[in-house]
């Protein structure tokens, strides 16, 4: 069986001389693969070429076997950096929008979406008048509404307290039971461990190690220890700090 999402070789140069190096990585159906390293090595450059945001300047990505193209990409779901929602609309109206594209998606899907994403009582309310919080849930529901077979989410616990990190946590654990697919970064090792199955550590724009979570558990007591290792140098004090977070 094809992998749901492949990359390969993927390298792109910035300016400032950073950017990505020869990453390569794939994702199988129904994995919860996380990619782990500190803010700015590169997890959003990825995440950006697999869905068609940027270019690279050279290597592949191939979704369910195809390259990006618009008929794949309606098959993806997905969050990167901001939320992408109209403010002046509610999030019901924000929701119906997006699912204008998809012939099948009805009213229940969205109280369902607002429900798990914990806005359903916000659902009527402009936008405008969301916390940053409450904006960040739409952006996730966002990500679901058109059931997607690959959801991508970029550090999408920014801007969550802890109650919300828990809830999207089980919400994705749920949609990967029915058979979703998901790649998800974070500069957090204990979000990592708590939801995926495979991990990809990044660390200037470079792949460190694509691992199993049993295999990393199995080398080492705790999964904190093993990212350690495997980052080394003055990332140490970074994620000790981010541990604890």
């Known amino acids: 069986m094809k992998p749901v999402l492949k990359v390969s070789e993927l390298t792109k140069k910035y300016k400032n001389d950073r950017g990505i190096i020869d990453i390569s990585f794939e994702v199988e159906q129904g994995d919860i ?11 959003t450059t990825i995440m950006k070429i697999i869905t068609g945001l940027s270019h690279a300047d050279k290597g592949s990505v191939q979704i369910f076997g195809n390259n990006i193209l618009k008929e794949s990409l309606k098959e993806v ?26 012939d099948e998606i009805k009213k229940p899907r969205i109280d369902d979406i ?12 402009k936008v405008r008048k969301y916390t940053p919080e409450m904006k960040q849930r739409l952006g996730i529901a966002l990500a679901f509404i058109s059931k997607p077979k690959l959801i991508i989410l970029d550090e999408h616990n920014n801007k969550l307290d ?17 058979g979703a697919t998901f790649l998800i970064s974070s500069h957090r090792p204990h979000e990592i461990e708590s939801m995926c199955n495979k991990v990809g550590i990044i ?43």
């Open 77 to 102: 779901g997905c969050l990167i950096e901001e939320p992408a929602i109209y403010e002046y609309l509610t999030a019901r109206e924000n929701l119906k929008l997006a699912a204008n594209y998809y």
């Open 203 to 245: 660390k200037e724009g470079r792949i460190l190690e694509v691992v199993s979570m049993r295999n990393a558990l199995e080398e080492c007591e705790n999964f904190k220890k093993y990212y350690l290792m495997q980052v080394g140098g003055k990332e140490i004090y970074e994620a000790n700090k981010s541990w604890n977070n």
């Open 114 to 125: 607002l429900t798990q994403t914990g806005l359903i009582e916000h659902a009527d309310k």
């Open 162 to 178: 802890s109650n919300g990190i828990e809830e999207i946590k089980e919400m994705i654990l749920k949609h990967s039971r029915l």
């Open 33 to 43: 693969f996380g990619l782990l390293g500190p803010n700015g090595s590169g997890k």
